[in-house]
């Protein structure tokens, strides 16, 4: 219903009307889903392709309309001083609008709740006392479970009314963390708004600390991207590409919980595995190497080897007539190929046709009219198959890099000038593999195959892609990722102090140059939403070393939070840590216990012998179930209300080197939401002491 049709906020009771407004949306939205469910599509498609298509379509709109008992139809109001267009309101009219997750309108298509990404809705995020953007009352709600249960106004033009922190915006931030990742769009902060609304063409880069809202704020563009170009990426798709499927299935519920249910989700190994299976592992030294992006420049060269220039002519018989084309001129044709540097394949695709064409034009100068179905017939003669067979013969991607791999003499001429001999030894397989079946592929190998087949056949490019933990891709996997969206965007997100891979990135220009989007715009986060004052302080200690120059993060709850660090002789560890998980499991909302992974069987006995169920990374919590054992190289990403973490020394004593081990420890500090414990029997070390 139009705004203006409300009653006015002087009614004695405000909490009860904003209530009938949420009961009357519900209804609104439960209209809309069952209008869909009874569309009749039988006189309306041509055939059953199209029928089957328009309902899978239906289909993906009645689930967008489900209505989620716990998620709040709409979060926040606006009062506009003036009338809004209506071309900007969604056909709105008035000056009044209930700012929600999704767009809800009533039986004659008046909208009740305007989608938080339409331009309208844009204020309640950047309005401000300095700017506010025609705004005269912004009104944030609270709920408890699905209910209405407060309101909170700020009156951004009355110069009598102080600025104060909102405590519902507090409250929101500051929420126990139970289940997976929850949506941010009560919550999105001026400079996170600017980053989710920054448009399609261009790439971004996120660099920010742990609880800055990284992941989310990418999240939340990819939702605003497909509401303002929603063709477009229908056309061309969206992906999400994150470190493991512990985090994929800990943010994917972000998305549908905003309506947008086609975006796939994959990690790298994911992209790169569609021709091999991963069975092997590779030694660090071998890892980054193989990582390296000089890689690429030795699989082109290997690959160009297979081409042969021509020492014999080609005789084509048509009927009672022999057509000759002499190596000179094929020479030519292959030396052209070659410099337009075109995908192997396409070349190996196109010479046939060229020498074809050659032929037709001996048969016209000859007095024949031949057309391009003789020139078809001509390119599949016996003869030219055989000479492209010799000259330009096609190549199997995973071949080429087992041969790579297991022939030393191979590797070592493409590799000429650009590996050294001990990098060349560290890659060369010890027991060279028989067959692309039987080899033990790592998932480096699996990338290298991934770039040799784009060398052979272009890969398909997606509309927009979101990069995750980009921090610690290889050169390599960064190629990989780029191809998907070459003729696309990419937001790409990470910490350059959170790198834990051998092969971490050193600069976003250094890896945005290997994504091939030099020219993306880098932006920094440094407004820390998730962790404490006290404990983000404590684990920024250790940035000097890990990664010196970057801003440390300044946390804007008001809660400092709680921090412990408790040392206990070795032979009573595991009681202590059984003993701080029950301290936490005191507190409301989520616990994390982050151990080495060397430590984790061992902790999961203590934890099994002391009565504690536990989960695993990525599975959700329940009020039976809350507390969580984390292995260190799978905490990334992941947020505890409560983190209790075991042995610190053992964390950076299990990477290769000690600034590795360092930042996988500054990540594991940083996974708490309310409280940290730290207890340790080794030395802690120097920076925390």
Known sequence: MPAHEFESDTTTDPLAHERAHLAASRAALRAMREDAQNLDIRDVTANWVNAAVLQAQIDERIKSLADLAHTPLFFGRLDYLHVVGAEEAEGAEGEQFYIGRRHVHDAVGDPMVIDWRAPVSQPFYRASRKDPLDVGRRRRFGYTGGD???????????????????????????????????????????????????????????QGGPGTGKTAVGLHRVAYLLYAHRERLARTGTLVVGPNRSFLHYIEQVLPALGELEVKQATVEDLVTA???????????????????????????????????????????????????????????????????????????????????????????????????????????????????????????????LRLLSDAEFLAEHAEGLLTEDERKAILWAKPARSVKSAKWSAADAVLIDEAADLVARTHSLGHVVIDEAQDLSPMQYRAVGRRCSTGSATVLGDLAQGTTPWSTQSWEQALHH??????????????????????????????????????????????????????????????????????????????LIAADARIPALADALTAAGHTYLSPGQETTAESRLTLVPASLAKGLEYDYVVLDEPAAVVDGEPDERTGLRRLYVALTRAVSGLTVLHSAPLPEELV
């Open 148 to 206: 209405l249960t407060a309101y909170e106004d700020e009156h951004l033009t009355d110069p009598a009314e102080a600025e104060q922190t909102s405590k519902l915006l507090q409250a929101e931030i500051e929420r126990p963390r139970v289940g997976p990742m929850r949506d941010i769009v009560a919550t999105i902060q001026p400079e996170q708004d600017e980053i989710v609304r920054s448009e399609l063409g261009g790439t971004v880069c996120v």
């Open 515 to 592: 994504l091939g989007k030099a020219d993306a715009l880098v932006e920094e986060l440094t407004a820390g939403f998730r962790v404490p004052r006290d404990v983000i302080a404590y684990a920024s200690r250790l940035l000097p070393v890990i990664s010196p120059g970057l801003t440390p993060v300044e946390s804007v709850r008001e809660s400092p939070g709680s921090l412990s660090v408790r040392e206990v002789a070795s032979d009573v560890l595991d009681a202590a840590v059984i003993a701080a998980c029950e301290e936490s499991l005191a507190h409301e909302g989520s616990i994390g």
């Open 275 to 401: 021709q091999i299976e991963v069975r092997g592992a590779d030694e660090a030294t071998a890892a980054v190497v193989k990582g390296d992006a000089r890689m690429a420049e030795v699989l082109r060269r290997a690959l160009r080897s297979h081409v042969t220039l021509p020492t014999e002519p080609v005789m084509v018989v048509r009927g009672s007539r022999r057509w000759r084309v002499p190596a000179y001129e094929i020479e030519e044709m292959v030396q052209e190929l070659l410099a337009r540097d075109m995908r192997y394949g396409a070349a190996h695709e196109a010479l046939p046709q060229r020498i074809a064409h050659a032929v037709l034009v001996r048969m016209e100068e000859a007095g024949e009219a031949p057309d391009d179905r003789v020139q078809n017939a001509v390119a599949r003669t016996p003869a030219v198959k055989a000479a492209v067979k010799a000259i330009w013969p096609a190549v199997d991607p995973a071949k080429l890099v």
